[in-house]
């Protein structure tokens, strides 16, 4: 057990519709990331917290957002659904962010849009 | 930009040998990270190795070991004693103030561990 929590394990949706997904963090861990993983992109970062603030960003889509809370929770949104956006969305945590750091990830999130 | 690439899609391995898994990678830092991730029928990803690229001497973690070649940009896995439960998806992940300080992954090699 990683101790990063991802909910829901599985997410069965709609087109156009709108979902949040949520993270709770390593114990003591400040940083937080957002990865998606799927068959014909692979293993993806999305966008990264640091304790609330927003750090670094990669390919993620203006339909998706994300904050990181007080209590270091973080939720994913993903709004306007398109079928391209089933895939397994993972969180990740590390304490500070540093790049010797190690990432602890979660069990994800498996997202199928119909 | 860094780029990572694993060369073998899938690798098999009899029970108790050793598999060695490939990947290279593209990058202009001379400061970095390398790891190698594990991912079981679970979905988990499992940190398994990590290397410093400032660090000549090769990571070792248990029955998992790594051949660091930082001038031909190489980082292969070598799993000695193969088990049941090495069977996984394996990624190569690269990780650098170039990128962000994110991880830059591989598109995997598939490990199946015969009996």
């Known amino acids: 057990d990683s101790g990063v929590t991802q909910t829901p394990k599985h997410l069965i949706t709609a087109t156009g519709q709108r979902v949040t997904l949520r993270c709770s963090p390593r114990s003591g861990d400040l940083s937080v990331y957002w990865y998606q993983q799927s068959l014909d992109q692979g293993l993806q970062f999305l966008i990264q917290?640091?304790?609330?603030?927003?750090?670094a960003k990669g390919n993620i889509l203006e339909r998706f957002s994300a904050q990181q809370f007080p209590d270091l929770h973080s939720e994913l949104n993903l709004s306007s659904l398109e079928l391209g956006d089933s895939a397994l969305y993972f969180c990740a945590s590390s304490e500070y962010g540093g790049l010797a750091e190690k990432l602890f990830f979660g069990s994800g999130t498996q997202l199928s849009v119909l | 930009a860094q780029t990572v690439t694993q060369s073998q899609p899938e690798m098999s391995v009899q029970e108790a040998e050793t598999v060695t898994l490939s990947c290279t990678y593209d990058?202009?830092?001379?400061?970095?990270?390398l790891f190698w991730y594990k991912q079981p029928p679970s979905r988990q990803m499992i940190l398994v190795i990590r290397q410093e690229a400032y660090k000549q001497q090769n990571a070792t973690e248990n029955r998992f070991s790594v051949n660091f070649q930082k001038a031909a940009k190489s980082f292969s896995l070598k799993i000695s004693d193969s088990q049941l439960g090495d069977a996984a998806m394996y990624f190569c992940?690269?990780?650098?103030?170039?990128?962000?300080?994110?991880?830059?992954f591989g598109k995997g090699t598939k490990l199946s561990v015969k009996p």
């Open positions: 992940a690269y990780r650098s103030a170039g990128s962000q300080g994110n991880l830059i």
């Open positions: 990058t202009s830092e001379s400061d970095y990270y």
């Open positions: 917290y640091y304790n609330g603030e927003e750090r």
